[in-house]
């Protein structure tokens, strides 16, 4: 694979963040995807969503499969670390770099072929764990790679590029999500920046395994008439449920507002989501009722987007597995393999 270097120069206008970078800092290398692809404008957003929240760029791992989506990572945050691992086997690589080094913020990115299909199980058992990461699922409703073949996500009755009509049922990423108990599910349109930036912004900042599900349009095998993951048929029947905020830890500020259909959910870090109902009666707090209405919806054809469903009171994997605080990787070997008279004591321990 080429990979083409952005130029070094920047324009003096740009506003450096806390950290002192502006949001070319947060830029990868050039991008060699399709024109107009979906997956560019996700990674602007990316890119935007840690300028934002003034990342530093060494603390950032990104992670990914096989795919049109896997190779986004190379796009953003050139500084960061990175891994591009086999097909579908990314949440397996995110595990383990999340059990060794607590203190980096992961950023895994898949697609619909690489997540639910070869990955499937790996996705479940990633969720299933809260491993503290934002999993970023790039759906484009085929395999972009391998010519436009149907994927996983596909709806019934929508079309292929050569007119053929998908027959399969289609797993939902956000309801398989919110079936085994992530803590954290949201969905967006890659045409959408104003809702896709803070919902980023508050996954990365989610205390467990921030599920976002981005429909993105690939625009040489699955945008045109007939195909429900296109950008016409999206912008159609998309349906915001949820205006999210995302709302960063502050000095506190004080003020004295009149009560509105307004739902703040503090997160671990101190920032606040802030979410304004769209849809009628809809709680993004209530899980058989978000599974309920987006069942609902998915029948009459309708895109929800938005934050879905947020639990701010999951356990994260280190919680549950009773990790020391310091970072696995700056434990010496001497602790971490302290020898066989160690290992005997323990086992004496259970007999």
Not at 152 to 159: F, L, N, R, V, W
């Amino acid at each position: 694979m080429t990979f083409i270097k952005k130029p070094a120069a920047q324009h003096p206008s740009l506003v450096p963040n806390k950290v002192g970078l502006t949001v070319r800092d947060y830029e990868g290398t050039m991008s060699t995807l399709c024109a107009g692809c979906g997956h560019d404008s996700i990674t602007a957003a990316v890119v935007r969503a840690l300028y934002e929240l003034d990342m530093e760029p060494h603390m950032i791992a990104k992670l990914s499969g096989i795919g049109c989506s896997s190779k986004t990572p190379t796009y953003f945050v050139s500084g960061a670390h990175g891994f591009n691992s086999a097909h579908g086997r990314m949440p397996a690589i995110a595990t383990g770099a999340a059990a060794a080094n607590r203190d980096l913020l992961y950023i895994g990115v898949s697609g619909d072929g690489d997540s639910l299909s070869i990955g499937l199980g790996q996705m479940a058992h990633v969720i299933r764990r809260n491993v503290n990461m934002l999993y970023l699922i790039e759906n484009n409703g085929c395999y972009g790679l391998t010519k436009g073949q149907f994927s996983a996500s596909s709806d019934i009755g929508s079309k292929s590029k050569r007119g053929e009509p998908n027959a399969q049922p289609p797993i939902d990423p956000v309801l398989l999500a919110l079936s085994i108990g992530a803590t954290f599910v949201a969905r967006a349109f890659s045409g959408d920046k104003s809702l896709l930036v803070p919902i980023l912004k508050a996954g990365l900042r989610h205390r467990g395994c921030a599920v976002v599900d981005v429909i993105s349009p690939c625009v040489t095998f699955n945008d045109h008439e007939g195909s429900t993951k296109s950008y016409a048929y999206t912008r159609k029947h998309q349906l915001p449920v949820v205006a999210a905020d995302f709302v960063p830890h502050r000095d506190e500020i004080t003020a004295s507002l009149a009560e509105g259909a307004v739902t703040e959910v503090p997160l671990h870090d101190g920032g606040v989501v802030r979410m304004h109902k769209v849809a009628a009666e809809y709680d993004p707090t209530d899980r058989k009722r978000v599974w309920s209405f987006l069942q609902e919806r998915q029948i009459s054809g309708e895109v929800p987007v938005g934050l879905l469903f947020i639990d701010e009171r999951g356990v994260e994997m280190h919680e549950r597995a009773r990790t020391v605080k310091r970072p696995l990787v700056q434990v010496p070997y001497e602790e971490l393999c302290p020898g066989a008279d160690a290992l005997e004591m323990l086992q004496d321990a259970y007999r």
